[in-house]
DNA sequence: TAGGCCATCTGGTCCT
DNA sequence: AGGACCAGATGGCCTA
């Protein structure tokens, strides 16, 4: 995945960061100062870029540790991933108000005990939920993100 | 082979 | 001044 666009993709960035720095890369040997400068910095700006993207990355791949993912074979775009987090996201919501409902109307007493088993609750957020996938697939599926207005 | 997705580079802008 | 953030450009990899 890695693009050859530049030389300086290819090797470490610290290391090319130093290499520019002795002026004997990119052609600098005889370069001025300000250029050999600009160039150290441009690099050192490459590196920091990386490594924000990197981070981005990470953020990214918790984010799809915790949201449904059925269809084990092919993990989740970052579209797909922002996508599945906000409808998980309002339906958890709707989930919580609906129970708030129950809790004032005195009926929440007699809501099925196994909502609350730890089982229950881990199997939403876990990987894959092998048990009862196709109805819970059908709940999460029937929200979609256009149907909720974005705060 | 076209299209989707991604990593990287790059220059601009904003913030501290 | 330098770092963080962003968006555009570019090219590689993968899949239908």
């Known amino acids: 995945m890695k693009s050859c666009k530049s030389n300086s993709a290819d090797s470490d960035p610290e290391e090319l960061e130093s290499q520019c720095a002795g002026g004997k890369e990119f052609g600098l040997t ?3 100062e300000r250029m050999e400068n600009s160039s150290r910095r441009r690099l050192a700006a ?3 870029e990386r490594r924000r993207m990197q981070g981005l990355n990470t953020a990214f791949d918790r984010l799809r540790k915790v949201v449904p993912q059925w269809g084990q074979d092919k993990k989740l775009s970052k579209y797909e991933t922002l996508q599945m987090a906000l409808s998980y996201i309002m339906a958890l919501n709707r989930i919580l ?3 708030e409902r129950y809790r004032s109307e005195r009926e929440w007493i007699n ?3 196994e909502h609350f088993q730890p089982d229950a609750c881990c199997a939403y957020v876990g990987q894959k939920y092998s048990m009862d996938s196709d109805h819970y697939t059908q709940r999460i599926e029937s929200y979609q993100p256009e149907h909720f207005q974005v705060a």
């Open 97 to 99: 108000s609906e129970s």
């Open 30 to 32: 005889c370069a001025p």
């Open 46 to 48: 490459n590196a920091r």
């Open 111 to 113: 809501f099925p005990y």
